[in-house]
């Protein structure tokens, strides 16, 4: 099984900045893929960025330019940093990751943290 722990979350005013952070944990051989996803009340649970095993990226177009998404893969965590928040930023994060297991198939399953509040507001 794989654990994810996040921390970073918070209330920030408008034109802030926040860090995220979520590291991985468990029987774990390879992790494919980590990202962050966001969901706001009465939404559905969306991307916000991603870092894939070879370092391609990719970002929602809300988010290009004022968020960055970087993996330390040797410690098997990710980092999200956002500048510039906005109100609709506001939502709760969870961290993601696409992970093989030790023993397991050579197929990744999804795991996902318990999320956290980030609120901005003035």
Not at 66 to 84: C, E, G, H, P
Request: contains cysteine; glycine residues 12%.
């Amino acid at each position: 099984q794989v654990q994810l722990v996040e921390s970073g979350g918070g209330l920030v005013q408008p034109g802030g900045s926040l860090t995220l952070s979520c590291t991985a944990s468990g029987s774990i051989f390879r992790i494919n893929a980590m990202g962050w996803y966001r969901q706001a009340p009465g939404k559905q649970r969306e991307l916000v960025a991603s870092v894939a095993f070879g370092g391609s990226t990719n970002y929602a177009d809300a988010v290009k330019g004022r968020f960055t998404i970087s993996r330390d893969s040797a410690k098997n965590t990710v980092y999200l940093q956002m500048n510039s928040l906005r109100p609709e930023d506001t939502a709760v994060y969870y961290c993601n990751a696409a992970a093989i297991l030790i023993g397991a198939a050579w197929i990744d399953h999804n795991y996902w943290g318990q999320g956290t509040q980030v609120t901005v507001s003035s």
